[in-house]
């Protein structure tokens, strides 16, 4: 699982306050924990439009993990480490029960 | 349909200016449409027609008027919609072809998605603001937002960006169709009546009887008048079609010109000419009463001046009713072969009320005919109640009248209430009432026919008996003597009854005056011999006479001889006796 490589989208709208909290996150989890395995793509739907419909997004900003499968998104500022860990499934899913 | 209900538009001033939907009858509730460039709701229970709806704004406001249109759907895919509509004729995929429609496919799983801080969702306004630029859209439709709610979980988000959505929309200036799912207490799960105030539409799909009838209600409608009522609505092959449950005002055109009811007794009792052109005629009557045969023959009349008629069958199918009126004399058959009689029969239970009526419409609006016949019309209560059955008939009457058209109704009448009640409901909204009664004595029945109302005629007020005979239908007067009213062979035999007493009285005076003959000729005879009498006693008289006379003569001729024989002074005396003799 520390061997897979990670292809991360971040979709943003312009330079919002939100979009610039959520790309400064991203880039420290990853840094911390994805080091030298995960590709990062900025989209700004301002300037590509026409990208929102591929990857159905509706919220910004909105982080699509492409690769590995399964697609997930994880939508907002990212403030919540864990959640994004979880989400990007590089930290397994703690469920109750 | 859609060229007249774009009309009541024609006056942008600085009212409110509305887009037309182009959905039948819909355009003349709300007086135009929706509002223009502001968001409609539409609201209402699953399978009420939502999505129908706003796919069929979206299609003819792009084929209709020329109004490209967005359809964002958070439900079904762009393919499986065009699959879904394509049994109404709408090729969404070329209208995607021709930029006149675009389908937008929002994908919410919960499953996939993470929330973590703060968002918005400005990738679907950039998605919509996208889609609207790529076709130039004037509509848009959001089919059904509320999925939303059930792929984030961020409800003060989601509330603040809907309030901004329809903002955005407002100022993007499309006119927006937002189809919710309705809530228990609410007409939307998620209260979007809230953000959306300008315009709500509410659907409804009830089901009494196994009978399911649609029906729309603008429940709001800021800034202009609209309809208030329940309007029943129906998907059909041509899409939504609703109808105005009656048109806003009585002031359809009167006919003072007349119709034949194909009955020259009922046309005399009916003031010589037979109905009005454009009203409406109730038959009714119990079961078998010829209530059918009426409107055959009301049919045949209609066809045989080469006029056009319309033949709603809701009991008998259409070679049956043919056949049995050949048993009568009326041959449909050629009427049909020739074009001028249309049969439009459907078992009532086919469909609810709304769908025949739409069924009615449509076919009266494409055959034009000049006489419609619905029989019966106490069948349609079998999928309906009273009052369903009451308002169907008066739009259709209504509808017919504005066209003209002349129509009559047979109504079966079982002597039980609920049917009283059809007849007494019905009987108020048509002009003319014929009523067809039973009458039973001397063990066996008779129809008499009388006229419970005509508006505007001077009809009978007679009860007349009704008869089918092989050559057709007729009326005779029934009998009315000292026994009271008589029918049938009852009236029959009175008839008889009458002859017979005539020919015996005139036998019972034959015979007198063969009698007074008699006694003259007797009289005769004995004038004859008392003449006879009379004239042997005068001969007798005269004999006594003429001998008297002769013994005279005798006499005095003896009496001459002697005195010639004396030869005397006896010439004086023999004058004497001369001239008493003469005396005498």
């Known amino acids: 699982m520390e061997q897979e490589y990670y ?25 911390q924990h994805l080091k030298g395995q995960y590709s990062l793509e900025v989209i700004d739907l301002l300037v590509n439009p026409q990208l929102a419909e591929g990857d159905q997004i509706l919220a910004i900003p909105t982080l699509v993990k492409k690769v590995p499968e399964p697609v997930r998104k994880i939508i907002g500022d990212l403030s919540n480490e864990e959640k994004v860990l979880v989400g990007l499934d590089i930290r397994p899913r703690q469920r109750e029960n | ?100 429609m675009k389908i937008d496919y929002v994908h919410v799983d919960k499953t996939e998605i993470e929330e973590t801080g703060e968002y918005d969702l400005e990738g679907l306004f950039i998605r919509l603001g996208h889609a609207i630029d790529s076709v130039k859209a004037k509509r848009v439709v959001l089919d059904t937002i509320e999925n939303l709610f059930a792929g984030l ?73 609209h309809g208030t009522n329940e309007y029943p609505f129906l998907i059909d092959a041509d899409g939504i079609s609703v109808l105005p449950v009656t048109s806003l005002q009585l002031n359809a055109k009167v006919s003072t010109q007349s119709v034949s009811s194909g009955i020259a007794p009922l046309d005399k009792m009916l003031g010589h000419s037979g109905f009005y052109k454009g009203s409406s005629i109730l038959v009714s009557g119990t079961a078998g009463t010829g209530k059918t045969s009426i409107a055959a023959s009301f049919a045949d009349a209609t066809c045989k001046r080469k006029e056009k008629c319309l033949y709603f069958a809701f009991e008998e199918s259409p070679q049956q009713i043919a056949r049995n009126m050949t048993s009568i004399g009326i041959d449909l058959q050629t009427h049909i072969d020739k074009g001028t009689l249309q049969f439009y029969a459907a078992r009532p239970t086919m469909y609810g009320l709304e769908m025949h009526l739409v069924a009615i419409y449509k076919a009266i ?31 259709l009457i209504d509808f017919l009248q504005k066209e003209q058209i002349t129509v009559m109704f047979t109504a079966l009448s079982l002597n039980n ?60 007067d029934v009998y009315l003597g000292p026994e009271g009213v008589l029918t049938g062979s009852a009236r029959e035999q009175q008839t008889l009854l009458e002859e017979t007493g005539h020919v015996l009285r005139t036998h019972a005076v034959d015979r007198k005056d063969r009698e007074v003959l008699r006694k003259r000729k007797v009289l005769e005879a004995k004038i004859d011999s008392l003449k006879v009498e009379f004239e042997s006693a005068e001969e007798e008289l005269n004999k006594i006479y003429t001998e008297e006379d002769i013994k005279r003569k005798v006499l005095e001729e003896t009496r001459r001889k002697v005195s010639d024989l004396r030869r005397s002074d006896s010439n004086a005396s023999a004058n004497t006796i001369k001239k008493g003799k003469s005396k005498k």
Not at chain 2, 174 to 200: F, H, M, P
Not at chain 2, 443 to 471: A, C, P, W
């Open chain 2, 417 to 476: 209430i609920v049917n009283e009640q059809t007849d007494e409901g019905v009987s108020s909204l048509v002009d003319a009432w014929l009523l067809i009664r039973d009458i039973e004595n001397n063990g066996e029945r008779n129809r008499g026919l009388y006229i419970m109302k005509s508006r505007g005629m001077k009809h009978s007020n007679q009860v007349r008996e009704f008869v089918i005979t092989s050559d057709g239908l007729d009326l005779v």
């Open chain 2, 1 to 100: 349909m859609a060229s007249t209900s774009t009309k009541p538009i024609a006056k942008p001033t600085n009212t409110l200016l509305k887009t037309p939907t182009g959905i039948h009858g819909l355009d003349e509730i709300t007086l135009g449409g929706l509002p223009a460039g502001r968001p409609t709701l539409i609201c209402g229970g699953p399978g009420c027609g939502k999505t129908l709806f706003a796919i069929e704004f979206i299609v003819r406001g792009a084929l209709q008027f020329n109004e490209p249109g967005v359809f964002v759907t958070f439900e079904e895919k762009a393919d499986e919609l065009a699959v879904n509509v394509a049994s109404l004729g709408f090729d969404l995929d070329k209208l995607q072809r021709d930029k006149k």
């Open chain 2, 153 to 225: 979980s961020n409800q003060a988000i989601l509330r603040a960006e809907l309030r901004r959505l329809f903002k955005f929309l407002k100022d993007r200036n499309v006119t927006a169709v937002i189809t919710g799912e309705k809530g228990d207490n609410s007409l939307t799960r998620q209260g979007l009546e809230e953000y959306v105030s300008d315009c709500v539409i509410l659907l409804d799909h009830r089901i009494i009887n196994q009978i399911s009838t649609r029906r729309l209600r603008i429940v709001k409608y800021r800034g202009s008048v």
């Open chain 1, 7 to 31: 292809e991360l989208r971040l979709y943003v709208a312009g330079k919002t306050a939100k979009s610039v909290t959520a790309l400064r996150n991203l880039k420290q989890y990853c840094e």
């Open chain 2, 365 to 395: 609006k494409k055959f034009k005919p000049n006489v419609v016949v619905v029989d019966p019309i106490t069948n349609l209560i079998t999928v309906g109640t009273v009052g369903d059955v009451k308002s169907m008939l008066i739009r």
